[in-house]
T-cell receptor, first 115, second 119 residues
Framework: AQSVTQPDIHITVSEGASLELRCNYSYGATPYLFWYVQSPGQGLQLLLKYFSGDTLVQGIKGFEAEFKRSQSSFNLRKPSVHWSDAAEYFCAVAPSFFGNEKLTFGTGTRLTIIP | GAGVSQSPSNKVTEKGKDVELRCDPISGHTALYWYRQRLGQGLEFLIYFQGNSAPDKSGLPSDRFSAERTGESVSTLTIQRTQQEDSAVYLC?????????????????FGPGTRLLVL
């Protein structure tokens, strides 16, 4: 069964600084990988996803993520954070074969932005 | 509306009572998912619908939990004889995924959730 680990429960970053949120997965083959953001009082929004091809994936709101097979990682990055990026971020994995529809989520990383 | 909607947004109930949670998916979305998010934890998959059938119920934690869906429309998640450990946010998502279509064609769109508190 697949699993996802987000080792950082809470990260604090100054506005304008760069950001990297870590995600490690466990799966027997190349999975499908996702990053979602959950802002207070709002539903989950998809930031980006990786299925195949270029290992550097661009998403919405200036985010990008890089798939590294050798490290089983899919870290999320942003060069310069804005106060509006404060939210909870979830990494998720799905199997790359038909018939299994589950998204398995990590426990999330809460991002705080300080002025 | 354009997005997934869920009702009620908040529900407080007493231990032992039954509750029904409702999800209205985006119109035309064939696939529907229920997840549970306990405080400080990630989302747990509960059940997946394709149309009104449920090919994957493996995430339902006990026989107190059940769900149904009418066609490709509204779904209800029912929790019978609620327990305090059922307290969580219950999230619904929908997508255009069809059976045996590649996952990369799918994006799951989430509703705002129902916050359930069992006293």
């Amino acid at each position: 069964a697949q699993s996802v680990t987000q080792p950082d429960i809470h990260i604090t970053v100054s506005e304008g600084a760069s950001l990297e949120l870590r995600c490690n997965y466990s799966y027997g083959a190349t999975p499908y990988l996702f990053w979602y953001v959950q802002s207070p009082g709002q539903g989950l929004q998809l930031l980006l996803k990786y299925f195949s091809g270029d290992t550097l994936v661009q998403g919405i709101k200036g985010f990008e993520a890089e798939f590294k097979r050798s490290q089983s990682s899919f870290n999320l990055r942003k060069p310069s954070v804005h106060w509006s990026d404060a939210a909870e971020y979830f990494c998720a994995v799905a199997p790359s074969f038909f018939g299994n529809e589950k998204l398995t989520f990590g426990t999330g990383t809460r991002l705080t932005i300080i002025p | 509306g354009a997005g997934v909607s869920q009702s009620p947004s908040n529900k407080v109930t007493e231990k032992g009572k039954d509750v029904e949670l409702r999800c209205d998916p985006i119109s035309g979305h064939t696939a529907l998912y229920w997840y549970r998010q306990r405080l400080g934890q990630g989302l747990e998959f509960l059940i997946y619908f394709q149309g009104n059938s449920a090919p994957d119920k493996s995430g339902l934690p006990s026989d107190r939990f059940s769900a149904e869906r009418t066609g490709e429309s509204v779904s209800t998640l029912t929790i019978q004889r609620t327990q305090q450990e059922d307290s969580a946010v219950y999230l619904c998502a929908s997508s255009t995924k069809k059976p045996k279509s590649p996952r990369y064609q799918e994006t799951q769109y989430f509703g705002p959730g129902t916050r359930l508190l069992v006293l």
